[in-house]
């Protein structure tokens, strides 16, 4: 597990994500989808599990889950958890804002 950090304050962390909306970011080599509901934040894989759809060009529902845009299947984004369709659980990563930026945990 590695840990990298975006953004240099808390400030700087929240004004990168804007609220509600879905971020695709470089983080440790890999490219993955951030978003942020008020102070919460999310991170997951980039693409959708089920046929491999952009999920950073989904939506966010008010339930904590992506909305991906293709097929419209449902994703908790804190668990990965499947709420509307039939395909594997989308890899979810740990991420909290802390004074000195977003702290994502990668494997
Ligand atoms: S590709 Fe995402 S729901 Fe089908």
Known sequence: MKTFTLGQSKKEA???IPNKQIKLLQVGGQRIC????????Y????HC????ASLH?????DFEEVVCPLHEYRFHM???????GSCGTLETYSIKLT??????EMP
């Open 14 to 16: 929240v004004g990168m």
């Open 43 to 46: 991170a997951f894989e980039q």
């Open 49 to 52: 599990p089920h046929r491999k």
């Open 78 to 84: 804190k668990s990965g958890e499947v709420k509307a």
């Open 57 to 61: 060009q989904g939506m966010i529902t």
């Open 99 to 104: 004074d000195s930026g977003l702290e994502i």
């Open 34 to 41: 951030i978003s942020r509901i008020n102070e919460s934040f």
